[in-house]
Protein backbone atom coordinates (compact mmCIF):
# COMPACT_ATOMS: atom_id res chain seq x y z
CA UNK A 1 0.00 0.00 0.00
CA UNK A 2 1.07 4.13 -0.17
CA UNK A 3 1.02 4.00 3.68
CA UNK A 4 1.08 2.12 6.89
CA UNK A 5 -2.36 1.44 7.52
CA UNK A 6 -3.30 0.77 11.12
CA UNK A 7 -6.65 -0.99 12.20
CA UNK A 8 -9.04 -0.50 14.25
CA UNK A 9 -8.42 3.10 14.32
CA UNK A 10 -10.27 3.29 17.72
CA UNK A 11 -10.69 0.05 20.36
CA UNK A 12 -12.81 0.67 23.29
CA UNK A 13 -12.24 -2.58 26.00
CA UNK A 14 -13.76 -3.31 29.30
CA UNK A 15 -11.28 -3.71 31.48
CA UNK A 16 -9.87 -7.74 31.33
CA UNK A 17 -10.61 -8.13 27.94
CA UNK A 18 -7.66 -8.77 25.28
CA UNK A 19 -7.51 -6.66 21.76
CA UNK A 20 -5.71 -7.34 19.01
CA UNK A 21 -4.00 -4.53 16.84
CA UNK A 22 -2.90 -5.12 13.21
CA UNK A 23 -0.57 -2.85 10.97
CA UNK A 24 0.06 -3.52 7.38
CA UNK A 25 3.11 -1.67 7.15
CA UNK A 26 4.65 -0.50 3.64
CA UNK A 27 4.91 -3.11 0.90
CA UNK A 28 8.48 -4.20 1.22
CA UNK A 29 10.05 -2.50 4.30
CA UNK A 30 11.56 -5.12 6.21
CA UNK A 31 11.99 -3.54 9.69
CA UNK A 32 8.94 -2.87 11.81
CA UNK A 33 7.96 -1.02 15.15
CA UNK A 34 5.74 -0.74 17.38
CA UNK A 35 5.59 2.46 19.64
CA UNK A 36 3.44 3.11 22.78
CA UNK A 37 2.04 6.83 22.90
CA UNK A 38 0.52 8.26 25.96
CA UNK A 39 -1.86 11.74 25.67
CA UNK A 40 1.00 14.59 26.09
CA UNK A 41 4.18 12.02 25.67
CA UNK A 42 6.29 11.31 23.22
CA UNK A 43 6.19 7.44 21.59
CA UNK A 44 8.01 4.77 23.50
CA UNK A 45 9.29 1.87 21.89
CA UNK A 46 8.07 -1.32 22.21
CA UNK A 47 9.07 -4.07 20.35
CA UNK A 48 10.92 -4.40 16.91
CA UNK A 49 10.81 -7.16 13.66
CA UNK A 50 13.18 -7.27 10.94
CA UNK A 51 11.30 -9.30 8.39
CA UNK A 52 9.52 -11.99 10.82
CA UNK A 53 12.44 -12.30 13.23
CA UNK A 54 11.62 -10.31 16.61
CA UNK A 55 14.74 -9.03 17.63
CA UNK A 56 13.94 -6.79 20.43
CA UNK A 57 10.84 -7.10 22.86
CA UNK A 58 12.45 -4.76 25.57
CA UNK A 59 9.85 -2.05 25.34
CA UNK A 60 6.96 -4.31 26.24
CA UNK A 61 5.93 -3.24 29.41
CA UNK A 62 4.44 -6.51 30.70
CA UNK A 63 4.15 -10.45 29.69
CA UNK A 64 0.26 -9.54 28.88
CA UNK A 65 1.80 -7.72 25.80
CA UNK A 66 2.83 -10.02 22.84
CA UNK A 67 3.37 -9.25 19.06
CA UNK A 68 4.07 -11.17 16.07
CA UNK A 69 5.19 -10.90 12.47
CA UNK A 70 4.66 -14.41 11.22
CA UNK A 71 5.13 -14.02 7.47
CA UNK A 72 7.18 -10.80 7.40
CA UNK A 73 4.86 -8.36 6.59
CA UNK A 74 1.32 -7.40 8.56
CA UNK A 75 2.16 -7.35 12.44
CA UNK A 76 -0.25 -8.12 14.82
CA UNK A 77 0.12 -6.93 18.87
CA UNK A 78 -2.12 -8.51 21.15
CA UNK A 79 -2.86 -7.44 24.51
CA UNK A 80 -4.24 -9.62 26.98
CA UNK A 81 -6.04 -9.00 30.09
CA UNK A 82 -6.40 -5.04 29.08
CA UNK A 83 -5.46 -2.80 32.44
CA UNK A 84 -6.58 0.88 32.47
CA UNK A 85 -3.15 2.11 32.38
CA UNK A 86 -2.91 0.16 28.78
CA UNK A 87 -5.35 3.15 27.15
CA UNK A 88 -3.07 5.20 24.71
CA UNK A 89 -2.32 5.56 21.36
CA UNK A 90 -0.76 2.18 19.15
CA UNK A 91 1.67 3.42 16.52
CA UNK A 92 2.91 1.01 13.74
CA UNK A 93 6.39 2.26 11.86
CA UNK A 94 8.30 0.48 8.93
CA UNK A 95 11.20 1.15 7.43
CA UNK A 96 12.72 -0.02 4.11
CA UNK A 97 16.33 -1.29 5.13
CA UNK A 98 17.14 -3.09 8.11
CA UNK A 99 20.50 -0.62 8.69
CA UNK A 100 19.66 2.05 11.70
CA UNK A 101 19.08 4.73 8.71
CA UNK A 102 16.57 6.39 11.45
CA UNK A 103 13.84 7.57 8.87
CA UNK A 104 10.49 5.99 9.61
CA UNK A 105 7.33 5.97 8.18
CA UNK A 106 4.38 6.06 10.83
CA UNK A 107 0.95 4.70 10.59
CA UNK A 108 -2.22 7.11 12.18
CA UNK A 109 -2.14 4.62 15.25
CA UNK A 110 -4.65 3.18 17.06
CA UNK A 111 -6.65 4.25 20.01
CA UNK A 112 -6.95 1.95 22.86
CA UNK A 113 -9.24 3.08 25.56
CA UNK A 114 -9.86 0.63 27.96
CA UNK A 115 -12.62 1.28 30.76
CA UNK B 1 20.53 6.46 30.57
CA UNK B 2 19.87 8.26 27.23
CA UNK B 3 17.58 11.33 27.91
CA UNK B 4 16.04 13.77 25.40
CA UNK B 5 14.37 16.98 26.22
CA UNK B 6 11.92 19.33 24.45
CA UNK B 7 11.07 22.86 25.48
CA UNK B 8 9.30 24.64 25.90
CA UNK B 9 6.08 21.90 26.14
CA UNK B 10 4.17 24.36 24.59
CA UNK B 11 4.44 27.56 22.20
CA UNK B 12 1.67 29.87 21.32
CA UNK B 13 3.17 32.14 18.17
CA UNK B 14 1.59 34.81 15.95
CA UNK B 15 1.92 34.63 12.21
CA UNK B 16 4.81 35.86 11.01
CA UNK B 17 6.42 35.43 14.43
CA UNK B 18 9.88 33.51 14.48
CA UNK B 19 10.91 31.59 17.09
CA UNK B 20 13.18 28.13 17.88
CA UNK B 21 11.95 24.90 19.57
CA UNK B 22 15.12 22.84 21.48
CA UNK B 23 15.84 19.59 21.54
CA UNK B 24 18.82 18.93 24.24
CA UNK B 25 20.23 15.44 24.34
CA UNK B 26 22.39 13.31 26.23
CA UNK B 27 23.76 9.73 24.50
CA UNK B 28 26.51 8.03 24.55
CA UNK B 29 27.57 7.71 20.87
CA UNK B 30 24.28 9.53 18.30
CA UNK B 31 23.90 8.26 15.02
CA UNK B 32 21.32 10.74 14.19
CA UNK B 33 19.00 13.04 15.23
CA UNK B 34 15.67 13.05 13.82
CA UNK B 35 12.51 15.89 13.47
CA UNK B 36 8.86 14.80 13.07
CA UNK B 37 5.79 16.68 12.92
CA UNK B 38 2.50 14.95 14.66
CA UNK B 39 -0.85 16.64 14.07
CA UNK B 40 -3.65 15.66 16.24
CA UNK B 41 -4.98 12.05 16.11
CA UNK B 42 -1.91 11.53 13.33
CA UNK B 43 0.92 9.65 13.17
CA UNK B 44 4.30 11.37 13.25
CA UNK B 45 5.57 12.85 9.98
CA UNK B 46 9.13 12.63 9.10
CA UNK B 47 11.37 15.80 8.71
CA UNK B 48 14.51 16.11 9.07
CA UNK B 49 17.57 14.11 9.70
CA UNK B 50 21.16 15.72 11.24
CA UNK B 51 24.03 13.26 11.70
CA UNK B 52 27.36 15.53 12.66
CA UNK B 53 27.43 18.92 14.93
CA UNK B 54 27.19 21.87 12.30
CA UNK B 55 24.57 20.11 10.05
CA UNK B 56 21.86 21.90 8.88
CA UNK B 57 18.97 20.77 7.24
CA UNK B 58 15.97 23.46 5.80
CA UNK B 59 12.36 22.81 4.41
CA UNK B 60 10.16 25.41 3.21
CA UNK B 61 9.38 27.77 6.77
CA UNK B 62 11.71 25.28 8.93
CA UNK B 63 15.56 24.96 9.62
CA UNK B 64 16.85 22.39 11.55
CA UNK B 65 20.29 22.85 13.30
CA UNK B 66 22.82 20.24 15.44
CA UNK B 67 25.20 21.08 18.22
CA UNK B 68 27.18 18.18 20.11
CA UNK B 69 24.16 18.67 22.96
CA UNK B 70 21.42 20.19 21.41
CA UNK B 71 19.24 20.73 18.03
CA UNK B 72 17.20 23.45 17.30
CA UNK B 73 14.27 23.67 15.44
CA UNK B 74 13.47 27.40 14.04
CA UNK B 75 10.69 28.48 12.20
CA UNK B 76 10.77 31.59 10.91
CA UNK B 77 7.14 33.50 9.93
CA UNK B 78 4.66 30.54 10.69
CA UNK B 79 1.72 30.57 9.52
CA UNK B 80 -1.43 28.51 11.08
CA UNK B 81 -1.15 25.27 9.03
CA UNK B 82 2.55 25.43 10.78
CA UNK B 83 0.59 24.21 14.43
CA UNK B 84 1.36 20.72 15.40
CA UNK B 85 3.28 19.16 18.00
CA UNK B 86 7.10 18.51 17.12
CA UNK B 87 9.23 15.76 18.06
CA UNK B 88 12.40 14.72 18.34
CA UNK B 89 13.95 11.18 18.82
CA UNK B 90 17.66 10.12 19.17
CA UNK B 91 19.49 6.75 16.92
CA UNK B 92 22.13 5.48 19.37
CA UNK B 93 23.05 3.04 17.27
CA UNK B 94 23.09 -0.58 15.92
CA UNK B 95 19.25 -1.93 15.31
CA UNK B 96 18.36 0.46 18.39
CA UNK B 97 14.67 2.11 18.04
CA UNK B 98 14.68 5.41 17.91
CA UNK B 99 14.03 7.33 21.40
CA UNK B 100 12.04 10.27 21.63
CA UNK B 101 11.38 13.31 23.65
CA UNK B 102 7.90 14.46 24.67
CA UNK B 103 7.26 16.92 22.02
CA UNK B 104 6.71 20.67 21.74
CA UNK B 105 2.90 21.27 21.10
CA UNK B 106 3.01 24.49 18.66
CA UNK B 107 0.35 26.96 18.00
CA UNK B 108 0.35 29.72 15.52
CA UNK B 109 -2.55 32.52 15.55
CA UNK B 110 -3.62 34.18 12.77
Known amino acids: GAGVSQSPRYKVAKRGQDVALRCDPISGHVSLFWYQQALGQGPEFLTYFQNEAQLDKSGLPSDRFFAERPEGSVSTLKIQRTQQEDSAVYLC?????????????FGEGSRLTVL | EDQVTQSPEALRLQEGESSSLNCSYT??????LFWYRQDPGKGPEFLFTLYSAGEEKEKERLKATLTKKESFLHITAPKPEDSATYLC???????????FGKGTRLSVIA
Open chain 2, 89 to 99: AVLVGGNTPLV
Open chain 2, 27 to 32: VSGLRG
Open chain 1, 93 to 105: ASRSGTRDTGELF
